[in-house]
């Protein structure tokens, strides 16, 4: 499973970390019982949000939960999952997107995926998604092109980037894809209300998936020749990180005017969690509950309850890659580099290198043994089946019981 918000079991109660696993599981089935086994790869963490939101505006209903049987990634447990166009849409919506992924790999002809007879199965599988994500779409009223439009001009704008050329011009279709995915739960939920500001929302979280992406690939892409948005723009991790931080404050802005029923879990989630993900990717890690600029996180009651509507333009999903929305995310001066080899450090070394990408296939292979040995579930670290990258496992225990920051009742 991929995704940046993976959310550690200390930070969550008891509570919200079934809710949370609740979503999880349902976005597998939901894949599974609309798309068939194959589809379940695609299960991401990123994608259950979409769950989360939708249920999040609406009153809960007991059909909205339903007993799962016994699953490896859950060490042979039974539990609750949710069901219902939440937990479809976010299927649909994984699926459209891993698509993608998956002819992005093909272009690039990463590992397996360079030989053309292995490139044409996978281009099969993805047409077959592409499709099947559009059907569920169509029938929760979601138009998925929307989202095959942002790929192919994410194609387009990656081929016409060079240095100089704006982070934020780059980041632009994720955003809209994003954007419209968060605003369509509040159609879902009865919501008009909320489709702005989710839609901000989205847009500022496609940034963050964007970025997040680009500065944990960044050494991987040099060593393999890859493009890289970071290296490709010339942009340096200063401003990479000046550009997470003001997407991370508007999304709470945003969040604060959207009308939610129980937005406990969305808030520990795109808050907190967030926030984690960004001092992850950077290399400066802490407690969920701090880097919000000295602030201390909400105490008490619902953070979103009662929050003022804040002006919208014409445009559903915000501000362009050009201009900041109502919450900001604006593009600012550049800050300047940073790192080792200044005047009296030392030189810059040749830092470690990755090992290389897996390819689609070999990636499943070892996806299957890491979910049928439960790794994916209970491990405190494992390398991610395509990506190769350091995991930890979804319920390991956290290996910061002693943090000592303030605890959250929100």
Request: hydrophobic share 35%; net charge neutral; glycine share 14%.
């Amino acid at each position: 499973m991929f995704g940046i918000v993976r959310p550690c079991s200390h930070r969550l109660t008891d509570g919200l970390k079934t809710e949370w696993m609740a979503h999880l599981c349902g976005l597998c089935l939901a894949l599974r019982a609309d798309h068939g086994q194959l589809a379940r790869i695609v299960t991401n963490y990123d994608g259950l949000i979409v769950s989360v939101l939708t249920e999040a505006q609406a009153e809960r209903a007991p059909a909205q939960r339903r007993t799962a049987g016994p699953c490896p990634l859950r060490a042979m447990r039974t539990a609750p999952v949710a069901r219902g166009e939440g937990a479809r849409l976010a299927a649909a919506v994984s699926l459209v997107l891993a698509s993608a992924k998956v002819r992005d790999h093909i272009a690039d002809g990463d590992g397996v995926l360079a030989r053309r007879p292995v490139a044409a199965a996978a281009r099969r599988v993805a047409a077959g998604w592409d499709k099947a994500g559009a059907r569920s779409g169509a029938v929760l009223g979601f138009d998925t092109a929307v989202l095959l439009d942002a790929v192919d001009r994410q194609t387009e704008i990656e081929a016409l980037a060079g240095p100089g050329t704006s982070l934020l011009t780059v980041t632009e279709p994720t955003e809209t894809a994003t954007a419209a995915a968060f605003a369509h739960t509040a159609v879902l939920a009865g919501r008009p209300e909320n489709i702005a500001p989710l839609a901000e929302a989205g847009r500022l979280f496609g940034r963050l998936a964007h970025l997040l992406d680009a500065v944990e690939d960044q050494q991987a892409d040099a060593a393999s020749g890859a493009w890289n948005p970071l290296t490709a723009t010339g942009t340096p991790l200063a401003e990479a990180r000046r550009l997470a931080d003001d997407a991370l404050h508007g999304i709470r802005l945003a969040l604060r005017d959207v009308h939610f029923v129980d937005g406990k879990l969305v808030h520990v989630l795109l808050a907190h969690e967030l926030a984690t993900s960004v001092n992850r990717a950077f290399g400066t890690p802490t407690c969920a509950h701090q880097g919000y600029g000295g602030q201390q996180p909400p105490q008490h009651g619902n953070p979103y309850q009662g929050g003022a509507q804040g002006p919208y333009g014409s445009n559903p999903y915000g501000g362009g890659p050009y201009g900041g929305g109502p919450y900001g995310g604006g593009a600012g001066v550049p800050g300047g580099p940073g790192g080792p080899g200044g005047p009296g450090g030392m030189p810059p070394g040749p830092g470690p290198q990755r090992p290389a990408r897996r390819g689609l296939w070999a990636g499943c292979a070892v996806f299957i043994g890491l979910c049928c040995s439960c790794r994916l579930c209970c491990a405190k670290e494992y390398e991610g089946p395509w990506s190769r990258k350091k995991r930890e496992g979804c319920c390991r225990d956290c290996d910061c019981p002693d943090c000592g920051c303030p605890s959250c009742d929100c």
